[in-house]
């Protein structure tokens, strides 16, 4: 599963805090333009720009260091972006 995936994931959205259907969908939008306007992925650099409540960002990195150690496998915190060409 990629970090995209992780922020697409309905367990992580649902069962790690409390957010309204709104601000799912404003944290995906955000996402979304994140990923189109940036051309190296840095987790700390996302974490203050799309997330940016702390509590967000807390439960977030708790359930990645979960997901990681239970599926035994390392997500990185920064990577290049590949737009697709048109």
Avoid: C, G, H, W
Wanted: hydrophobic content about 35%.
């Amino acid at each position: 599963m990629t970090l995209a995936e992780i922020l697409k994931d309905s367990d992580y959205r649902q069962s790690r805090f409390e957010i309204s259907k709104a601000d799912q969908a404003a944290l995906l939008n955000k996402s979304v333009q994140f990923f189109k306007e940036k051309d190296n992925f840095n987790l700390n650099e996302f974490a203050n720009e799309v997330m940016e409540q702390p509590e967000v960002i807390e439960s977030f990195n708790r359930y990645k260091s979960a997901y990681q150690q239970e599926r035994d496998i390392d997500i990185a915190d920064d990577f290049t972006i590949y737009q697709e060409e048109n």
